[in-house]
């Protein structure tokens, strides 16, 4: 079921290409004329900041200036989620800008910043496992190592896909907590696993390309699997919790 899951949220997003534009590339352009703003009042010593950086030094203005922009990119990233999220499971088209009136943005934007909590609790006793396994297999100098980064990349990204289903849910205003996330995807844990090992396959395929590529190739590929990987992302998502909580069919 995890190559299904992939499958319709790829079809998902191909099928509706048209709306998926409206909704992510007029916030994307917005966050960025704003981020080259900022810099722009902001970033006055930008020409000094490699120079700062090797001195170990980072002005307060510049500080500033990285909080600001990633204040923004959270929040466009909310905009994005819930409107694509509300497009696919209650139909609720976009104009020329996805709509902001009377969309839980903010409560996206909250609950993501409690799921990052969570995860991170999760993460800590496999993170300090893992970092123990692999500082062992560096100094032994075994080939293992980079197996066991991406153990990790996939464990997090299977407690990722649990756990967030709150968030379709908090974009189509009907809540659930955690741990009813968690028991809700129980009995297609086996599916959410091969959804995380399909998804690794393909970025490590991706990369694989990239890097045999020449420029400027490589810089449009990266830019095209960028987006879709955002996009992707909040598709499978969204799959997720139609299939489990809406019961839908792939």
Known sequence: M???IVRHSFAMLFRNFGNALRISVGPILIALVAGFLILGVF???LDALPQDIEQGQLPPE????VLLILLLFIFVSAWIAVAWHRFILLEDYPGLLPPLAGRPVW???????LLSLVL?????????????IMAVLQDAGTGLLPTFILGLALYAS?????????????????PMGFGEAWRATAPYATAILGTCVILILINTGVSLVSAILPQPLAGLLSLATSWITIMLGISILTT???VIVERRTV
């Open 2 to 4: 995890g190559w299904d």
């Open 43 to 45: 970033g006055s010593n």
């Open 62 to 65: 510049i500080a500033f200036a």
């Open 107 to 113: 409560s996206y934007i909250g609950k993501t910043i």
């Open 120 to 132: 991170t609790l999760v993460m800590l006793p496999a993170g300090f496992v893992m970092g123990l």
């Open 158 to 174: 299977y407690m990722w896909l649990r756990f967030g289903i709150v968030l379709p849910a908090t974009a189509v205003s009907r």
């Open 240 to 242: 997720l919790y139609g």
